[in-house]
Every structure is written in structure tokens, then in C-alpha cells.
């Protein structure tokens, strides 16, 4: 690819994430994406300003939502005129967003842009059973109202009942935590080695917001002006009395201390040409470099549900000529603990990197102390389609602060056995 | 809904009880709108010997389009007298002789402008005792006006004359509508006057950062700057930060979330500005907070916690935005009526707010200020309709509201119009003085 210029991140807005059916359980997507855009709008002084294009979505949407960013963006203080469109890639979204948003940038299509996400698990779009669907959308076609009533007469009342959307795959009918237990199991991640991860995370968070590092990353939204989820107390002796949430027996290692919640949220990114934001006396914080996706099979193969962006991580390496270890921060979203933790384990395992990733050796372990420095999903919670959004806009930060040159590794596991992962480096 | 005393009185059955009880019934004031000519109607000007200052006001008069009487008339909607030659307490007999006739036909919501010279500048003692007495007469007009007017001295030191017109212009107008009872004063001008383009634009092309802008009075002044041409930094704490949004966005402005006691509070405020507008022109230190408790009770939290955010937290940042600000920038502060009368389990907040105060006089004074040409005031708001005020019990709100001249409480827009007129550039005669936003309250007074 020749590029024409690099994609530049200007920084961030989300909300605080809440915990479903909390302060945002009225909230909608797009109140809440509308609401986070504003906050970005506010903070680099973008009222009336034509974005390139704004790119967002969410994993869990209303039919009537068809063009949430587009009906968003009309919402917002942007002008009118700046163009919307929606993805999903389930958990992935959110970075998604953001590559294909950069790559317009690289290639000069557009010199600004915004990504983001959102989701709600309280707001929920709930479903008629599909038979009844069906049966109502035939009585809607009838031409008269005898032909509509006799159409009626076909319900049933097997027909009747609700669908609300599940945390579930739909080829293996399991839940993600059950696909992550035996993941877990696998790698023998140990119950106290999540517990752990989880207490960091909480930690690592509350300092972070302490020491003010969200004043210029979160906008408070409905009276919240924290993550819900955030428990600045979180120790080991609360996390191990939990009694847990997935698995069977001896093996069961998960709980809902060390397995983020279902929570509400929204997140966006500004990313512009350097250009853009010098006209705009915007400051660059890093710079998206490069972004990649994988998927695995984790329906007739053998591989775990969450594993992907340990395929998609030794992609982007080589691609670019680094290895693991050359990175300041590492950003690996914490679908449960035992995700990192057995992504991290997969690296270092020889076997595994030379039968499954191909490669002549293992790749190694990272500085645990670069891991998440300012907690992640276990503590902020995880909207499924805001976390590549508020991971992207918080990495860009760090890198600013860390300096020209500094790397960051950013790896999202999604629905679906994928799997999307970027390097950012710092301005 | 909330009784409103005011919403009583001048409707059906309590108009009717308030003119047979003789209860006093507020006026709505009358406030600036852009595009409105100056005054709604003709303007009384008259003066003691040679009057230079009522030339002066002619003159301004006459370039604004208002019409001239010379005699009083019910069409006479403000009088302004100067009496910057009065000699001895004898020459003041002209306020009753040509200024009490003009009372009687006074149309509503009229002004009064009292034009000196300041006391010290006095040549005897006979001079001195006849300038000191205008405060006396201004505050009394203010007590005897109705229908919503108000009456200010406006004290022009020798030199200052040409820097007149900012003052007379914000008296006159609906910009001062909840200001009455006070004294101006005008001493020579630290850096150029400069009249605005246009007078309903006097803050074109400036930046202006305003602390404490999420919401109440902070939000009515960051929208009243805007209004007035500014660019406006939005500033307030981050559990503020989705209102301050709101308010940012809703002008056209940035918003800048931080705690204004964080110790890089001034370093970022002056990065954000630099980066996005190339510095500023105009600081309001507005945040602040209350934490009302007896003294006798007071803990150390409560009463350090006011003092270092409405106090404390200025004197740091302006370390680093005095030396940032713009050469004849404007810096204004956000006092309090209880920081000059004190307010019962407010020692702690009244002792910031006295002490922003005396900072502004100080400041104002700091050579290095002056060499910049920045002015440095503050206003004292009274009793002002907001969020907070409508939290007060109802009995003690309504005393609040009625304790003035005007009967009735300000709007936080009435505290706004008074910093913007500080942050003229027209007004670089006025600096280190705090002016009341009260509609004349009597505390204090």
C-alpha cells in the first residue's frame, strides 16, 4: 500500500460504562453513542465541524436502529453533512472501526474521522419466536381482512413467547464463559492466577482515575462520572470467596469476579491526518500503524472459542517486522481472565506456536508490567462494541505520554471464534 | 412547582392583595438583547457648572442614535448628571432641583447615572465631603426608584474621561439590570481603550476561559461571553463533564475538564489554549463551592475544601495564566455578597470570597499585571436564581429575593453581563474593583 499519510489519533470520549440495568437501563445505543460523540465534540471543538466519516456500531441492536451512527451523528453538534455508517463485528467493533477509519486516512479519502461503538444489555430488542414471525408477516401480506383473520386462525399457541438476545454462540448453543471454561481447562489457567489479573484490574483502574488519567477520556453521563463495575477495594479474599460461574467441578475457575460483566456503554476515536489536526491545533497522540484480523474454527476444529487474536497477533508482527516483545504497553481486552491468560500462555508455549501458528519458535513472554496499566474490561466493564474504542483512545494517551517511537499492542477477542489486534505507536 | 413570590404578586388575586397591602411587587427588569437600540427611549442629561463628563455622554448619546431631553418627561427612560465640578456640599442642590423632577416621570426599569470624580483626588475637604456625599444620594435613589431602576455613581479620575463610554453604555443598557446602588471607578487606563466594532459584539475575536462553566451562573457567563463574539473554554470538574458538554457545545466552545485544584490545573488550561487558539484574552474564576457548617462545628475538611477551590486554587493557577494571558487581557473573579456582609455558617466560604476581594484589588496593582495592561476585578453576586438558590427553604429564599431594591432575586445572566463588561477592552480604566450584582441587597450595604 502507498501510503499518502499517516493515521493520526487525537484522543478519545466515552461514558462511564454501567452495569446492566443501572443508571442507563432507559438509555438506547444511539442516546449513548450521541452522548459520547457530544463529549468528543466538546473537547477538541468540533461544533458544526464536517467529520469525514463517523464509523461506529453495535452488537447488540434494535431493527429500527438500522443506521445508529447516521441517526447519531444527526443527533450530535457535528454538521449535518458529515456521513455515517454502522459495522459489527461483535466485540471486535469498536477496533474495527477505528482500522477501517485509519486506512481511509492512510490512503487520503478522508482527512478526519471518528470510530466508535456502543452497546446496551439493558436496553435490550427483544424478539417474537420465529414460527410467529413468520405466521404475522403472512397475515400482514393478506389482501382483506377475512383473508388476514383466517391467517390468524394458523397461531398456535406454541407460537407465542419471546426472544431476548443471548451472551451465546449460536452453532454450539454454549455461552462464551462455557467456551472460555474449557479454554481455561486446557491451559490450565489457575483460579488464583485470574483472580489476580482481576484485582490489577480493578487497581490498575482506580489509580488510573485517581491520578486524573480519564479527566480528558470520559464524559459523565446520567450522574455517573466512574465506571460502575469499579471496585477500588477488590482483593484477593473477596475475589476467591466467589463461587463460580462457569465450568464443572475441580475445574471450574470462573466466577463473576474474574469474567466482566454485562454492562451499558458507548466510546469514540478522532483520528485525522497530521494535516487536520495541525489545522485544527489539535495535539497528535499516537498513531495507528497497522491493524489485522483472524478467525478460528472452534466448531469442528479444536481450537477455543476466544483464541483468535493469538493467530492474528504473530500476523501482525511479522507484517511488520517486530516482535512480541518490542512493544511499551500491552492492551489485551479482558473477556474473562482466563483469556489473557491463555493467550499469554499460548505464546510462550513452543508447541502451540510451531504446530498452530507456524512458526519456528515460541514467541515468548511480555513484561506483565506493561499488561493493562490502567485496568481493562474486568474492572471498566465490557459494552461489547465500546472496548475497542475505549482501549484505542486510552493506548493513544499512554504512548503521548511515554513518547515519539513507543509502541503499543492492542488484542480483542470477539464472537464467532475472532479476533482483531492494531499496533499504535506514540507521537 | 416552587411558590414564587414574584409570580404571585403580579398575577389576578395577589396583584390585588399585594397594591391594597402596600407589599412590594417586582418589575421584570430589563435585559439586554443583541440588536436593541441602547435605551428604549430618551436619556436626560444634565450637569453641575461646565459638566466636561455630560459632554462626553452627549456625545456618546448622540453617536448611539438615543434621543436628548433636556427637560423630564414621562418618555425619559434614564437621567445622567454629572457633578464632577461640584466644589462644597453646597453645590449639590442641583440633584434635587434638576434630578428630583426627572424621578417623577422616570419611565420603568430607568436608570440614574451619577457621574464624579473620586474622593481622593479632591483638592479640600469642603470637595471631598461633596464628592463623598454622591454615594450617599446614589443609594438612596436606588432605594426610592421603582419600576425596576437602578442608580449607580460612576467616580472618573482625572485622565479618564475618554473611558467613559464602556461604563455609560453598560448602565444605561439591560446589561446592568440587577446592578443598582453601586460606584464605578474609572482611573487611567492601564493599556489602549478600545471602543468594539460593533457594541453588540465587544468580545469579537477574544478567548475566554471560564471555570466552573457546567452549570448555574458559570454556564450563563461562558454563554454570555459567547453571545458577546468570544471563543469560550469551558472548564469544570470531570464529574461535571457531561453538562460542561452540553454547555461547550451548546456555543460553539471547548470544553476542558479538570479539577481547578489539581496542581497542572493553569499549566493545561494555558496548553488547551495555546494549542486550540493561540493563548486567551479573558480568565473568569468562577468554580467554587459551599460547605456550610457553624464554626463552632466546622471540621477541617470543610473548611479547608472552600477555601483552596474558591480561593487557593486562583492564586496557583494564576501563577501560570498571568504570565500566559494576553497583553491587556481581563481577569475576573467571582466573589460573593457574603464575602463583604458575612453569612452565618459561611465563615469558611465567606472567607474565600472576602479573599478573592482583596486578591483582585491586589493583583490589579502587581506591576508585572500592569505592565501587561490586564485588568483584574471581581463581582459579588447578591441573591441569584439558580439550581443552588432553588434549594433554600422556601421562607428564607423569599426574604432572599425581597431583600433589595428591586424585590426580587437576579438571574444568573444579570452576574454574567457584569464580567463581560469588565472583559471589554473598552473598560481598561476599571481595574481592582469588585462590583455587587444585588439589585442593591441590604446586606452589607
New interface residues.
Partial sequence: MTETCRAAIIGGNR?PFARQFGPYAEASNQDMLT?AL??L?????L??ERVGEVVAGAVVKHSRDFNLTRESVLGS?LAPTTPAYDIQQACGTGLEAAILVANKIRLGQIDSGIAGGVDTSSDAPITVRESLRRKLLRVNRGKSPVEMATRLLALRPGDLGIEIPANSEPRTGLSMGEHMAQTARRWAISREAQDELAMMSHHNLARAYDE?F???L?????GL?RDQNLRPDSSMAKLSALKPAFGKGDHATMTAGNSTPLTDGASVVLLASEQWAAE????VQAFFVDGESAAIDYVHGDEGLLMAPAYAVPRLLARQGLSLQDFDYYEIHEAFAATVLSTLKAWEDEEFCTTRLGLPGPLGSIDRSRLNVNGSSLAAGHPFAATGGRIVASLAKMLHAKGPGSRGLISICAAGGQGVVAILEGA | MAFSYGGFVNSGVGKFLASNLGLPRPTRLRRHTPGESLVPGAVFVDGFGEAPLAAQVRGVLEGAGVQLATVPSTSVVAAVLDLSKVRSPADLDIVRTSLGPALKTLAPTGRVVILGRPVAGAVDVAQAAGRRALEGIVRSIGKELRGGGTANLVLVAEGADDALEGTLRFLLSGRSAYVSGQVFHLAEPVAPVQAPADWDAPLAGKVAVVTGAARGIGAAIASTLARDGATVVCVDVPSASGPLAEVANSLGGSALALDVTSADAGTRIVEHTQSRHGGFDIVVHNAGITRDKLLANIDADRWASVLEVNLGSILVMNQVLVPAIAEGGHIVNVASIAGIAGNRGQTNYAASKAGVIGMTAALAQDPTVRAKGVTVNAVAPGFIETEMTAKVPLATREVGRLMNSLSQGGLPVDVAETIGYFAWDANRAVTGTTVRVCGQMLLGA
Fill in positions: 461514558i452522548a457530544e463529549g465534540i466538546a473537547r477538541y471543538g461544533v458544526g453538534s486524573g480519564f479527566d480528558d470520559v464524559t459523565s453521563y446520567l462520572s485544527h491545533g489539535l495535539t
